[in-house]
């Protein structure tokens, strides 16, 4: 498989893990790209600003009742802060980064190759985003799941990418109500894990959406960055989802995802409407947890 270009080096086989939401290794070139040095990552930092940084401590439980709360810093001087990670235990996210021109061209162009290797029509690849993390050794990202398809693609440092499985629809059902109050899809309570991959530079992964998983750096410096689109099939459940939590909030007991497929067309296109609207107020989504 050709490492020379720089998005996922997929086949099409990979479309099967698509359709099933299957985790799946890949090789990719975008290691060494002057775009992630650590400098260059600091800047894009202080261009995007403190609304678009999330930060925690590295060291961190797997899982936690307060979403992360607890292990949450102050962005205070955020390329600083950035540039001495291999010391401050530190985790960083960069949110959105399409919003600069530079990585917005650079996310279409990650996902319109791994695209066109699969045989995947880059047209119904929507709600693009791109994240970059970077975080001290022996940082931890909790175990969570997120409602986007991803491509994490690692850049500096070594990591392990842990997996798990839901015990049950009840647990996963009750995992999508606390994502859409507040969790943001992390756990509180550890998944029996079922599969577990080894990240370095040049190395990544397709994280399909609600599938729980997690990560732990090695002893350096992890760079990384994570690339995400939805497409029809996530992109209806997670509309489904979030109608079905509006009218909780009314007293209202609504079917599941998948269980009235007629009523998840009509909460699909309210959703639709309602989402053209709320877009013209608010800013850019943000979700991704790598």
């Given at each position: 498989m050709n490492t020379n270009?720089?998005w996922?080096a997929?086949d ?6 698509l359709?099933?939401r299957?985790p ?6 975008l290691?060494g790209?002057p775009r992630?040095?650590l ?6 930092g202080d261009?995007l600003?403190a609304?678009?940084?999330s ?8 899982v936690?009742?307060?979403a992360g709360a607890?292990?949450a810093?102050e962005?205070v001087a955020?390329s600083?802060q950035?540039r001495?990670?291999a ?16 990585y917005r061209?650079l996310?279409?162009?990650l996902l319109?190759?791994?695209a066109?290797?699969?045989?995947l029509?880059p047209r119904?690849?929507?709600?693009r985003m791109?994240f970059v ?12 799941f997120?409602?986007e398809?991803?491509?994490l ?5 070594h990591?392990?990418l842990?997996f798990g499985?839901?015990a049950d ?10 994502y ?11 998944p029996?894990?079922?599969?577990e991959?080894?990240?370095a530079p040049?190395l990544?992964a397709?994280?399909?959406p609600?599938?729980?998983?997690w ?5 350096s410096?992890?760079l990384?960055l ?5 497409d029809?099939?996530?992109g209806d459940e997670?509309?489904?989802q979030a109608?079905?939590?509006?009218i909780?909030r009314?007293g ?5 995802y998948?269980?009235?497929p007629?009523?998840?067309?009509a909460k ?5 409407v ?5 877009s ?7 979700s991704a947890s790598?």
């Amino acid at each position: 498989m050709n490492t020379n270009t720089p998005w996922p080096a997929v086949d099409q086989s990979f479309l099967a893990d698509l359709a099933t939401r299957t985790p799946a290794p890949f090789t990719h070139g975008l290691s060494g790209d002057p775009r992630f040095s650590l400098d260059a990552i600091a800047r894009l930092g202080d261009e995007l600003g403190a609304e678009s940084i999330s930060a925690e401590q590295a060291s961190k439980p797997l899982v936690s009742a307060d979403a992360g709360a607890a292990t949450a810093l102050e962005v205070v001087a955020v390329s600083d802060q950035i540039r001495a990670l291999a010391a401050n235990d530190s985790w960083f996210t960069l949110l959105n980064i399409e919003q600069s021109e530079p990585y917005r061209e650079l996310v279409d162009q990650l996902l319109e190759g791994m695209a066109a290797n699969a045989g995947l029509d880059p047209r119904t690849m929507r709600r693009r985003m791109g994240f970059v993390f970077a975080s001290s050794p022996g940082s931890v990202t909790s175990a969570h799941f997120d409602i986007e398809h991803s491509f994490l693609l690692q850049l500096e440092g070594h990591r392990k990418l842990g997996f798990g499985k839901f015990a049950d629809r009840e647990q996963r059902e009750r995992e999508v109500h606390r994502y859409w109050n507040g969790s943001y899809g992390r756990l509180d309570t550890m998944p029996e894990q079922v599969a577990e991959f080894d990240l370095a530079p040049g190395l990544g992964a397709y994280i399909p959406p609600y599938h729980p998983h997690w990560l732990s750096n090695g002893d350096s410096t992890s760079l990384s960055l994570t690339v995400t689109f939805f497409d029809r099939s996530n992109g209806d459940e997670s509309m489904v989802q979030a109608f079905n939590e509006k009218i909780r909030r009314l007293g209202i007991d609504p079917s599941v995802y998948g269980d009235a497929p007629r009523r998840d067309r009509a909460k699909v296109a309210f959703m639709r409407v309602y989402g053209a609207a709320k877009s013209r107020i608010t800013g850019p989504e943000t979700s991704a947890s790598h």
